[in-house]
């Protein structure tokens, strides 16, 4: 019997919370490369195709789910993972979490001179069934780098706070629990930023931390 964050049941227009670490947890990340390389990965599974290009074979062959899976935060640890995603059709979430593994880990194996596993398993997955539970995951992964959270560079967090952009990061569904537009995007950010980086706020749900026995 798998463990319930193992099961792969993905319901169609749902919120999933998925993460996994290095096999026996060892750093799957090593330089910033390595960082550059996962991320170009997800941007490449979740931007529009480029048009074709005839002076390439193969050139747009690769798994794209671009509005079909959405990435609303993410946050890359050096022996870990989490993303926060959304899938409108069936099967999205395997497809884009098989595209992405793979092409990193023959990158990883390639440049390090390796072979075999280089996760713990299957990545594991929560299905994110209420509004206390959606706000607060997005605060438990923007967090997760602490103490120094607010300045971590391989996390969605700028992205919330209007210091990158990204169009395949989608951070609407998150922000728009923050204020109206109406009342400008600062409002909106500073909103955010006071949930995330106050002290005095409940943190996550049990259930959405990841297993770190």
Known sequence: MPAKNELKLYIVSGYYHLYNRGVDKRLIFLDEQDYAVFLRTIKDALSPLPPPDPTRINSVLRKNLFNKVDLLCFVLM??????????????GIET?????????VK????????????????????????????????????????????????????YYLGK??????????????????????????????????????????????????
Do not use: C
Not at 78 to 91: A, D, E, G, K, R
Not at 96 to 104: A, C, D, G, L, N
Not at 119 to 136: T, W
Not at 172 to 184: A, C, D, V, Y
């Open 107 to 158: 990158y990883f194996n390639k440049k390090y001179e390796r072979g075999g596993h280089l996760f713990q398993g299957r990545y594991k997955a929560i299905m994110v069934e209420n509004e206390p539970y959606f706000l607060h995951l997005s605060r438990y992964i923007h967090r997760n780098p602490m103490p120094n959270f607010k300045d971590y560079p391989y996390s969605s967090y700028p």
């Open 164 to 213: 990158k952009h990204a169009d395949w990061l989608k951070i609407e569904p998150i922000h728009s629990f923050f204020g109206t537009l109406q009342r400008g995007i600062f409002s909106r950010i500073s909103s955010y930023q006071h949930f995330v980086e106050d002290e005095d706020i409940e943190d996550a749900p049990e259930e959405i931390r990841m297993d770190e026995e």
């Open 96 to 104: 884009f979490m098989r595209s992405i593994i793979t092409r990193y």
């Open 78 to 91: 050096p022996n870990h993972f989490h993303l926060f995603v959304y899938q409108s059709i069936q099967n």
